[in-house]
């Protein structure tokens, strides 16, 4: 089955003051329908600025190097505003991470709402405002006539993200792009957000990539996993092999040092020791290997992204080797 | 430490001049101690008042009514200036060290001003204190002339964690210490505040909203919504026997990193978060809780034992041990 | 709502106080209109019963109760200069300033608005460092400097336009008429006004256009013509309007050197007089009136700021 989406070796950079910045480099990976996919890392690793690619959301400064973005067997990249605008908010949409800015302010909700169900459903005005009530609904917001006079700041921050997601899925889109959707809210009601999605998410049959550094909302919700470090992709595996048998350092690192209510009383947290270097694109060989509990001058040659057994890829010549034995849980 | 019938209420912005002024029930009558060398965790979501009662706890505020006890006698209605003595034997770690360091001065000076003032060092010491103190905190010497936006924000929380130290407290509380920061640093912080308890023997009170975090630090954890205490118990306890609906439900919302237990039961919380100007009639927790009976919505419950000697209190009549259900009410 | 705009109706008057006791010290530091009276023919005796005449033998406290007493009984006193009514002096010279000014501020408005979104927008093109830097000149340019300018260019050389007064004297009137004589006064006026507002425009603008909203408009496809006009505008709209309304003040208060040197008979030609002759109540009656508009700009402001803002609670 052809994947719904194919990112191709995308390299991203920043550009200030004539000094460029790759933070997103030769990243490749698909997504199939119906499947959620999420993308992990920590900040700065370039998670976010891929999921802005996709849709041509990048701010000014920010240049696409190399790459293509396939769907539906066109390149996104090469697309032109006006096509990219067919595509946005109706086949491919995006939730964002900061929802209380994310709404504008002096725009009631009835008119955020029906104004992407007009752009792209080409129902009235009085078919447009019925179907925003349904959403609403959906969504499981109570008394939605009332919520759509209302501006987003009359709502609370669960509220909102709801009604960012009721616009991401008005016009019944193939791809949802979720940023960190619950990073800003309360864990109950992260718990209700994500339910909602799941369940919509079926009914739809929608594929979600799903950014996040949450490990456990990683195995709560995905199918499959990607894990960025320093703009490259490291690692990739389904959500049960990556909690089975992670293969990168990295990754096991990130595993060991996320404190779980169900671990271990006396459990010691495996942390990673120092931080991310500042010019990681111009390390030479593995980025990761200033902090690798495993480095072995062989770490220093470039680190290529091969497949362990199918479905599992990581960028560790060291794994690959059989060099780093795994640990089962 | 204790603290008796805490309430701290803020007016709400922007209302005119009249008789019933709305107010925020902040923290709405909280009683707990904390004892020499221990760890307290304080969890809830946002609006239970947990920050609250840690400002209150250090001084920073002074609450509407009850009293905050250190060694016996109450800071919270204390004079300025005895007060003042007491300041460094109270200190607090924040969450957002870019916030709270002085953007416009070096490490070094940021260190060295409250030492200076407090007379803990005299000027010949005090180069070799602030080694000492970021060696402590596992910051290289060589940075101490550099300023806070030159640091990562794992390095900016340790240098919070120095200016706690450095007055030589005894207790300190961290106010969501490592919430902003991503998760390998997170777990370097929480390791170097358990090493730090142990050496220099701190008490701590560590307030955050991760339920993982504050388990892998505490050693009594107290729950908290709606400006109250729902339940506290030793943490292992607590862990293998919560008996609050609410505890229950934050235990079940936490993501579980195993994902074969993804179809699992679980509470998931219907509606949000009621308003905490006007808060629930009776127990605050019924217009949420699964288990809610109709007495619920008239009794407001107390903290009690679950059984006769026992540390852990929960305040919940319907689901209490049969033992103990012939619980008092407030009011 | 109501009671917002009461209260701070009732919170000016006593600034609307403050400033006027303000102007009337400074202007007495200015020294006597006496002064600007004296000529080879006038004798101390003449001199000394004028002053009586006028109340300017009092200290100047006193002078300003008797004024302030006058005002509140809607009486602005007389000119020095002309003894005719201030009140009268005043109403025949508003209306020309006033259009004058109105138009202006349209036209420059009309000009800036645009280009600022335009150049916010396509930043960092040279179309839009063209335009700043032709903001820059525009508020940079003397306005009497580019005034003459035009004169040269469009009266002596060209004998298109008028250069002085509002009508041509002797002739029918009549719009077309009015409107060559204000083409070239509305155009410094309005090159000023647009290249500070330009700015202003653009900045405002381009702080909106890095907010997350934005970015959430622009990825639902509605297309660059909402997301900026829609999306963008109305909430740059705030500061801007904040701006504007700071520049309401002016409209009175004239274009002083505009006027002059086109003969323009509106406020600022009266005012410049009365100031070099000293003629403190008209001075003070432009003063009243002008403090009396600030106040009142910036209520509207706020009203409006309020209006334009759901979050803003009052």
């Known amino acids: 089955m052809e994947p719904l989406l194919q990112v191709n070796d995308l390299s991203v950079a920043f550009v200030e003051d004539k000094t460029e910045t790759v933070v997103v480099d030769n990243v490749s990976f698909s997504v199939e329908p119906g499947e959620v996919l999420c993308i992990v890392g920590e900040s700065g690793c370039g998670k976010s600025v891929t999921a802005l690619s996709i849709l041509g959301l990048l701010s000014p400064n920010a240049r696409v190097k190399s790459g293509s973005i396939i769907f539906e067997g066109k390149d996104l990249l090469k697309m032109n505003s006006k096509e990219l605008d067919e595509i946005r908010g109706n086949e ?142 490291i690692e990739e595996a389904t959500v049960y092999k990556l909690f089975d048998q992670a293969g990168h350092p990295y990754t096991r690192a990130l595993l060991g040092s996320v404190p779980s209510i169900y671990d271990d009383p006396d459990k010691k947290l495996t942390s990673i020791p120092g931080t991310v270097p500042e010019n990681y694109y111009e390390i030479e060989g593995c980025r990761f290997s200033g902090r690798c509990p495993y480095a072995k001058p062989t770490c220093s040659k470039d680190q290529v992204y091969f497949e362990l057994e199918p479905g599992h890829l990581v960028r560790c010549h060291r794994v690959g080797k059989g060099e780093i034995p795994f640990e089962s849980e | 430490m204790k603290v008796e019938g805490l309430k701290k209420f803020y007016p709400v912005k922007g209302t005119t001049v009249r008789e019933n002024k709305p107010f925020v029930h902040a923290v709405d009558g909280v009683d707990f101690e904390i004892y020499e060398g221990e760890t307290l965790g304080i ?89 000492r103190l970021l060696e402590l905190v596992g910051l290289p010497k060589s940075m101490k002339y550099r300023y806070p936006h030159e640091f990562s924000g794992g390095q900016r929380q340790r240098i919070g964690i120095a200016k706690a130290l450095l007055v030589r407290p005894r207790l300190v509380v961290c106010d969501e210490p490592v919430s902003a920061l991503d998760v390998s640093v997170q777990a370097q912080i929480l390791n170097l505040l358990k090493q730090l308890q142990d050496e ?45 609906p609410y505890t229950q439900a934050l235990f079940d919302a936490a993501p579980l990193p195993a994902p074969r237990l993804r179809g699992r039961d679980r509470i998931v919380l219907k509606g949000e978060l009621p308003s ?32 006769p000697d026992s540390e852990h209190l929960a305040a919940c009549p319907v689901l209490m041990p049969k033992e103990t259900r012939n619980g008092e009410y407030n009011g | ?160 336009l008028p250069s002085s007064g509002m009508r041509t004297a002797g002739a029918k009137g009549g719009v077309v008429d009015l409107i060559k004589h204000m083409v070239m006064p509305v155009m410094v006026l309005a090159i000023s006004i647009a290249g500070s507002n330009i700015r202003y425009v653009r900045s405002a603008v381009l702080e909106i256009l890095q907010k997350d909203y934005v970015r959430t408009a622009k990825s639902k496809g509605i297309g660059p013509f909402l997301t900026i006009n829609k999306h963008a505008l109305r909430n740059a709209l705030i500061p801007i309007v904040t701006v504007i309304g700071m520049q309401i003040p002016t409209l009175f208060g004239g274009a002083v050197i505009v006027e002059q040197v086109f003969s323009w008979p509106g406020l600022g030609l009266i005012t ?33 700021y309020a209006l334009v803002d759901p979050t803003i609670r009052y």
Not at chain 3, 67 to 95: A, E, T
Request: proline residues 5%; charged residues 15%.
């Open chain 3, 272 to 304: 410049m007089n009365a100031i070099m002759a000293r003629d403190y109540p008209v001075i003070m009656g432009v003063a009243l009136l002008t403090a009396v508009v600030v106040l009142f700009a910036n209520l509207i402001t706020d009203v409006i």
């Open chain 1, 92 to 233: 491919v949409t995006m939730v964002f991470q900061d929802v209380m800015n994310s709404l504008n302010p002096v725009l009631t909700i009835g008119n955020q709402l029906t104004e992407i169900i007009s752009a792209h459903m080409g129902y009235d005005k009085r078919k447009a405002k019925e179907y925003a009530i349904e959403m609403i609904k959906k969504v499981g917001l109570a008394d939605p006539s009332a919520v759509m006079k209302k501006y987003p700041h009359m709502l609370s921050g669960g509220q909102q993200q709801r009604i960012m997601i009721a616009m991401a899925l008005a016009c019944e889109p193939k791809l949802i792009i979720a940023d960190e959707p619950t990073t800003a809210l309360d864990v109950t009601i992260q718990l209700q957000i994500m339910k909602l999605l799941v369940e919509l998410q079926k009914e739809f049959h929608m594929s979600i990539i799903l950014i996040t550094h949450d490990i456990g909302l990683v195995a709560e919700l995905a199918d499959r996993v990607i894990i960025m470090y320093a703009g490259q992709c």
């Open chain 2, 200 to 244: 220099l023997k701190l008490t701590y009170v560590f307030i955050a909203h991760g339920l993982g975090a504050v388990r892998y630090v505490s050693n009594r954890i107290a729950i908290m919504y709606l400006g109250r205490i729902v339940e506290i118990a030793n943490t292992d306890e607590l862990f293998e026997n919560p008996i609050h």
């Open chain 3, 1 to 160: 709502m109501v009671k917002y705009i009461l209260k701070r109706i009732l919170i000016a008057l006593p600034v609307l106080i403050g400033i006027t006791i303000l102007d009337y010290a400074i202007m007495s530091l200015a020294g006597s209109p006496l002064e600007m009276m004296l000529g080879p023919k006038t004798t101390e005796a003449v001199l000394k019963a004028k002053e009586i005449q006028l109340g300017l033998d009092k200290p100047f406290y006193i002078q300003y109760f008797v004024w302030l007493k006058n005002v509140l009984q809607g009486n602005l006193g007389y000119s020095i200069k002309s003894y005719q009514p201030v009140s009268q002096i005043i109403g025949s010279h508003i209306g020309p300033t006033l259009l004058l000014m109105g138009t202006s501020m349209f036209v420059g408005l009309a000009i800036a608005i645009p280009i600022g979104i335009y150049s916010a927008v396509n930043r960092y093109t040279k179309r839009d460092y063209t335009f700043v830097t032709l903001s820059f000149f525009g508020t940079s340019i003397p306005s009497f400097f580019l005034s003459l300018i035009l004169i040269y260019l469009f009266t002596v050389k060209l004998g298109w």
């Open chain 2, 276 to 307: 905490s100007v006007n808060p629930p009639s009776g127990c605050r927790f019924h217009t949420r809780c699964p288990y809610a009976l109709e007495s619920c919505r008239v009794n407001d419950p107390m903290l009690l034992p679950i059984r």
């Open chain 2, 43 to 131: 969890v809830g979501e946002s609006g239970c008042g947990k920050s609250t009662i840690g400002r209150q706890l250090v001084g920073l505020e002074k609450p509407t009514s009850g009293h905050v006890l250190y060694q016996g006698k109450s800071i919270s209605h204390m004079s300025h200036s005895r007060l003042r003595k007491i300041r460094t034997e109270l200190q607090m770690v924040f969450q957002d060290s870019t916030s709270s360091l002085n953007p416009r001065k070096q490490v070094f000076d940021i260190l060295a001003g409250p030492m200076l003032y407090h007379k803990i060092v005299d000027k010949e010491t005090l180069d070799q204190e602030i080694n």
